[in-house]
């Protein structure tokens, strides 16, 4: 029987809703903040909602395959589930930008090609709306570390997952500047191309297989996990987090390429560990919703919004303080009246089965 984790369902939640408030409001508010460069450089550290839910999905996946019948059949159903809900908002995507730019453009090679380019960015790297760039290295991961799991590959798993991320931080993070390579350090490849490799390189494994690979075997060594002492861990993470900021405003001027720090994993460990640890049974009472709820927050909100913003009129260039938070909340409710909308479909088709199984 798998073990429920009721901390696993509030981080969810909070995550959700913190992606919401971040994309409708927050983060245009933070680049208004003096003092950016401390203000981003100490968020790096900080900036562990990302890491943690590709650690709490491969948590989470080998919980789920290492209990099923059949393993590579739950993995095929897990994707399959994913790649059904990315593509029909691909689908959107196409119809709100594709199709508009073929038919004032026209069907030429050349608007082909740029379509066909924007069409594969879109897919593979930016998704088709702004927080769907989480799936597609959270595809690669589940792949990568389910591979290397049921090859008993684990000790490989590890120092790929360390490797990867220390890498990174070469590409995207800490250590970024340390050899002064920038993508105009190869003249004869067009600069865009080096940061559209360096995006895909950190998005796919420095936070998609790093992380995913880490959750799936905090999973598979959980006993040894929950004897592990924090307190260490805590001091060492504080410490690393003050020590890379300092030296980050030091040494380095801010920029919208730093995407890791080497402070983030311990971070990350420590609030999953948090999380796991946390006991309410009366959270269970209410895990589908909560779930359910999360979901259509985190793939909805910014669909929702849209809409709203359209409806409305207005431009997030220029709304006030009490038009971003009239926003929020519309989208908020949208999202809490499809969640219940679903809900009373399911159950209408539980009920419809049940009393079609009993005739």
């Keep these: 029987m798998r073990k429920y984790y009721p901390g696993i369902t509030l ?48 948590f989470l996946a080998y919980k789920g395959w290492s209990h099923a019948a059949n393993p ?110 920038t993508a105009e350090s190869f003249p004869a490849i067009d600069p865009a191309y080096i940061d559209y490799l360096y995006l895909f390189a950190t998005r796919y494994i420095g936070f998609g297989f790093t992380f995913v690979a880490l959750g799936v075997l905090l999973a598979k060594y959980e006993t040894t996990l929950m004897q592990i002492k924090v307190k260490p861990i805590l001091i060492f993470a504080l410490g690393l987090t003050v020590v890379e900021t300092l030296l980050l405003l030091r040494f380095s001027e801010w920029t919208t390429d730093y995407k890791l720090a ?8 420590l609030l999953f560990y948090g999380m796991i640890k946390i006991e309410l049974p009366a959270v269970q009472t209410y895990h589908k919703i909560i779930s359910l709820f999360s979901i259509v927050t985190f793939f909805g909100h910014i669909l929702f919004m849209q809409t709203n913003l359209s409806l ?29 909308l679903l809900r009373a479909s399911s159950r209408t088709f539980s009920a419809r089965q049940t009393r079609n199984m009993a005739s």
């Design 312 to 340: 409305l009129g207005w431009s997030v260039d220029s709304m006030s303080v009490l038009q971003d938070f009239t926003l929020m909340l519309m989208t908020l409710l949208e999202c809490i009246a499809v969640t219940m």
């Design 72 to 181: 590579r059949l739950y993995i095929q159903k897990y994707l399959l589930r994913i790649g059904i809900v990315y593509c029909l908002f691909c689908c959107l995507f196409v119809a709100e930008s594709i199709v508009p730019k073929l038919i004032s453009d026209g069907w030429s090679a050349g608007n082909l090609f740029i379509q066909a380019k924007v069409l594969f960015i879109a897919f593979f790297l930016n998704g088709p709306f702004v927080q769907f760039w989480f799936i597609p290295p959270l595809v690669f991961g589940i792949l990568t570390a389910y591979w290397l799991i049921q090859k008993q590959y684990s000790r490989l798993a590890l120092i790929l997952t360390l490797t990867g991320f220390i890498g990174m931080q070469f590409v995207s993070g800490s250590l970024k500047t340390l050899f002064g390579i």
């Design 11 to 58: 981080f969810k939640l909070a995550g959700s809703l913190l992606v919401l408030v971040a994309h409708l409001m927050l983060l245009r508010y933070m680049a208004l903040m003096p003092g950016q460069a401390i203000v981003q450089f100490s968020g790096l550290a900080t900036r562990i909602v990302v890491p943690c839910f590709y650690v709490v999905a491969g």
């Design 262 to 269: 080497f402070s983030m994993l311990p971070n990350t460990l």
